[in-house]
């Protein structure tokens, strides 16, 4: 199963959407810095805000562009605030 999670970052004052079969493992990445020229390299703070279980990688990777795509964090904000709206998107994409 892959979840899509939303990161931040208290120092960058940022967050971040990706999708992993293991989010806790990808924070641990994010925070040692792994990947050259990643936008997360900048920080090694993040912190998990919330988590979207998915049923496998196409429907994460649509629920995680969704979410880029409104380019928001006032939606981020809310969809970390409400379960409901949580729930909406993920079977959007069903």
Do not use: F, P
Not at 33 to 46: E, F
Not at 75 to 88: C, G, R, T
Request: with cysteine.
């Amino acid at each position: 199963m892959h979840t899509v999670y939303i990161i931040y970052s208290d120092s960058l004052d940022k967050y971040y959407v990706g999708e992993s079969i293991d989010a806790y493992e990808r924070l641990i990445q994010h925070n040692l810095g792994l990947y050259q020229g990643a936008y997360t390299k900048a920080a090694t703070d993040w912190v998990i805000k919330l988590l979207l279980e998915c049923r496998d990688k196409q429907h994460a990777k649509k629920v995680e562009n969704h979410i880029k795509q409104m380019k928001s964090r006032v939606y981020i904000k809310n969809l970390m605030k409400y379960e409901a709206m949580q729930q909406k998107l993920v079977q959007r994409y069903q």
